[in-house]
């Protein structure tokens, strides 16, 4: 007996570990995520929709029934409802079995299987298991084999980075790409070149005085909108600062083509439509802009043209107002979007509605500097106490000398972009199946993207004339680079004007004005300057000189007192003449 127990143990040991080993073969498998686009970590879980025994071989599935992954009763019932737009396909449906046949039926990537995918997402039950790799590519382990429903359950995306679309996988070991859109948009200042106007240096920095007009130029390629079901929102926002007034929108523009767009300017909680002031440089700047574009999947995939991959360019101008501040942060504003993303969503209009899932870009930012010099008049001979009425007049010549670095495209034969007739460059290679390639330059030549730096100096002459306050102070905002001189034409009354002139050269780092951790602000005063008596804050951007008046000494009159003597002498005579006259009168009369 104790021989026929052993036997039976080992027997039971023997098939215990056969199905154990069956089990991990046939039934254990191994889900592989890439992502090649995606700029953060990703989480993706798997839920098994159906369950059954898998052909390994043939990749087909039998003995179909409800996985845990899903509500089954629910799902068909949702399948087969009149707000589902295939429902009719179901309308037989009565098993999981009935289902997967009418999938079977459905081709990969097909506008039902996305349909049904939604349908899916919304009956979600027990997870059978979630990637946890910090970047691609992903895996998932599951345990059955089946039909599975793969979602990106990240809980916080990287900027600029999207859901991955809900994908459907038989299991036996099998990879999948998923695929996200990367969105980021690149604001800069246009600066004109030589004459012509069509030809700019793009920069992030530059300086500006009071009343100049800013132009701005936003760049941002046109996201994949395809896995999109009816609308892709897209939405621009840029909070311009107090001392920037906007003054409209230059153009929207894919190519030579307009793109439909509306603005509006938040007042208060609300954005209202925007009203151009009649006078910027007193207007209240620090509008926040929002640009929505109505339409804007369909006209993405416009038939023939290819929007998808090429860059929109919205351009619009601001000017300097009397509020711009000056100091180691400049007048700073900064562009982002909003925008859909997550596909397995349905988004319902051109804007958000309340709760729909949407992504934020990063921000893209620009400096404008203004500088100010202030001109300090005192009385040098009583304790400095500061004077008003003293005229002075500033002459020069003022440089936009502009920044910076820029980018360029160059020739390689590795390289990652193709040049466009519009004169802008595309990482869509034209060589791609099935693409319209009418908007690309022929023959195609490959480009690489590099930084460089230019300059451009556009020399302005420049007069200010300005009589201190009874602060004693004169103060200008907004001096760009320039070599200016300070003259007083006319001194307090009371005062003698100073017969000296002053000069100030300012300079313009470009460098430094790029360098977000130097707190000058990128300009400067050269040593010359300083002897002369000019002071510079430490931000870089206000500069101060204290100048002294004496007063007019009281001269002596010609003669001095003599005079006084001279009167008096001349009434002592009279005097005595009239004493002479009486006496000879009266020595007449006794004759």
């Known amino acids: 007996m104790k021989k026929i127990l052993a036997l039976l143990v080992a027997v039971l040991l023997i098939v215990a570990s056969m199905s154990v080993a069956f089990a991990a073969e046939t039934n254990n498998h191994t889900i592989t995520i890439t992502n090649a686009n995606a700029t953060g970590k990703h989480e993706y879980t798997a839920y098994q929709v159906f369950s059954g025994n898998l052909d390994a071989t043939e990749g087909t599935l039998s003995d179909i029934a409800w996985g845990n992954g899903v509500n089954g009763t629910a799902l068909l019932a949702a399948l087969k409802a009149d707000t589902f737009a295939n429902h009719t396909d179901f309308a037989a449906c009565t098993t999981a079995e009935d289902v997967a046949k009418v999938l079977a039926g459905y081709g990969d990537n097909s506008a039902k299987l996305d349909a049904v995918a939604r349908v899916i997402g919304d009956h979600l039950g027990t997870a059978a298991g979630a990637s946890t790799q910090d970047g691609t590519?992903?895996?998932?382990?599951?345990?059955?084999?089946?039909?599975?429903?793969?979602?990106?359950?990240?809980?916080?995306?990287?900027?600029?980075?999207?859901?991955?679309?809900?994908?459907?996988?038989?299991?036996?070991?099998?990879?999948?790409?998923?695929?996200?859109?990367?969105?980021?948009?690149?604001?800069?200042?246009?600066?004109?070149q030589g004459e012509d106007p069509a030809q700019f240096q793009r920069v992030k920095a530059d300086s500006a005085q009071i009343g100049d007009t800013v132009t701005f130029e936003v760049q941002i390629d046109v996201p994949d909108t395809t896995q999109y079901k009816d609308h892709f929102v897209f939405v621009m926002h840029d909070q311009l600062p107090a001392g920037l007034t906007l003054t409209g929108i230059s153009s929207v523009k894919v190519g030579n083509d307009n793109v439909n767009y509306t603005m509006t300017v938040k007042d208060g909680d609300e954005y209202k439509a925007y009203t151009a002031p009649t006078d910027a440089v007193t207007a209240a700047g620090?509008?926040?802009?929002?640009?929505?574009?109505?339409?804007?999947?369909?006209?993405?995939?416009?038939?023939?043209?290819?929007?998808i991959g090429q860059k929109m360019v919205i351009t619009y101008t601001a000017v300097v107002n009397d509020d711009a501040v000056y100091g180691e942060t400049g007048n700073e504003n900064e562009v982002y979007f909003d925008y859909s993303n997550n596909p397995n969503h349905d988004y319902h209009g051109d804007d958000f509605g309340p709760d729909e899932p949407k992504g934020e870009t990063p921000h893209s930012k620009t400096i404008t500097h203004v500088t100010t010099l202030e001109i300090i008049k005192v009385d040098g001979g009583n304790n400095n106490n500061p004077l008003a009425g003293a005229e002075f007049t500033i002459t020069g010549t003022q440089y936009n000398t502009t920044l910076v670095t820029g980018e360029r495209f160059v020739a390689a034969a590795d390289g990652d972009y193709w040049a466009l007739l519009d004169g802008s460059y595309t990482t869509t290679n034209p060589e791609t199946p099935n693409m319209n390639t009418t908007q690309y330059v022929t023959p195609y030549a490959r480009y690489n993207k590099e930084e460089y730096t230019d300059t451009v100096v556009v020399p302005e002459d420049v007069t200010i004339t300005a009589i201190s306050n009874s602060?004693?102070?004169?103060?200008?905002?907004?001096?760009?680079?320039?070599?200016?001189?300070?003259?007083?034409t006319k001194a307090p009354d009371g005062y003698n004007k100073l017969e000296d002139s002053y000069e100030l050269h300012i300079g313009w780092d470009r460098a430094a004005a790029l360098n977000k951790d130097n707190?000058?602000?990128?300009?400067?005063?050269?040593?010359?300057?300083?002897?002369?008596?000019?002071?510079?804050?430490?931000?870089?951007?206000?500069?101060?000189?204290?100048?002294?008046?004496?007063?007019?000494?009281?001269?002596?009159?010609?003669?001095?007192?003599?005079?006084?003597?001279?009167?008096?002498?001349?009434?002592?005579?009279?005097?005595?003449?009239?004493?002479?006259?009486?006496?000879?009168?009266r020595m007449n009369a006794n004759d």
């Open 519 to 585: 707190v000058s602000g990128g300009f400067s005063i050269d040593q010359a300057s300083k002897d002369a008596g000019f002071t510079m804050t430490d931000d870089g951007v206000k500069f101060s000189i204290t100048l002294q008046n004496f007063s007019g000494q009281t001269l002596p009159s010609t003669g001095g007192m003599g005079t006084t003597i001279l009167y008096i002498a001349g009434s002592v005579l009279v005097l005595a003449a009239a004493i002479l006259l009486i006496t000879k009168r």
């Open 471 to 488: 602060q004693g102070k004169i103060t200008i905002k907004g001096l760009k680079e320039g070599t200016y001189t300070i003259t007083e």
């Open 137 to 192: 590519p992903y895996t998932i382990n599951v345990s059955g084999d089946g039909y599975y429903f793969i979602k990106d359950t990240t809980a916080n995306l990287a900027a600029g980075d999207t859901y991955s679309k809900f994908m459907l996988n038989v299991v036996k070991d099998v990879s999948v790409a998923a695929k996200d859109t990367v969105i980021a948009p690149d604001k800069n200042i246009l600066i004109a």
């Open 286 to 307: 620090g509008q926040d802009i929002k640009i929505v574009f109505p339409g804007f999947k369909a006209f993405a995939e416009t038939a023939g043209k290819n929007y």
